[in-house]
């Protein structure tokens, strides 16, 4: 079993920044990419940012250049930069992690996710 923890959402004003964190903990597990989607009501979940084992990265359209999203191999955990927030980067962020567990089977989890609200 793993399960992913996230911290750091919360209410913030335009232009302002929140580092978002998510740790991923249980036994006999590897991760292969860590990242972050976000939700709001009536829509989809969408990619935020994603980062794989090796370093590298994919961003949506509307976060890159403001988001950075980076990687503790050793801590199992992934972190999201976000700076500039908008209005419309309201929403509910979610961690997503690929895992392979020891028996080789391999799954995703979730985290519960944490609220972002961008407001004045």
């Known amino acids: 079993q793993v399960q992913l923890v996230e911290s750091g959402g919360g209410l913030v004003q335009p232009g302002g920044s929140l580092r978002l964190s998510c740790a991923a903990s249980g036994t006999d597990f590897s991760i292969n990419s860590m990242g972050w989607y976000r939700q709001t009501p009536g829509k989809q979940r969408a990619l935020v940012a994603s980062v794989t084992s090796g370093g590298f990265t994919n961003y949506g359209d509307s976060v890159k250049d403001r988001f950075t999203i980076s990687r503790d191999n050793a801590k199992s955990t992934v972190y999201l930069q976000m700076n500039a927030l908008k209005p419309e980067d309201t929403a509910v962020y979610y961690c997503?992690?690929?895992?392979?567990?020891?028996?080789?089977?391999?799954?995703?989890?979730w985290g519960q996710g944490t609220q972002v609200t961008v407001s004045s």
């Open positions: 997503n992690a690929w895992i392979t567990a020891a028996d080789g089977r391999g799954f995703a989890t």
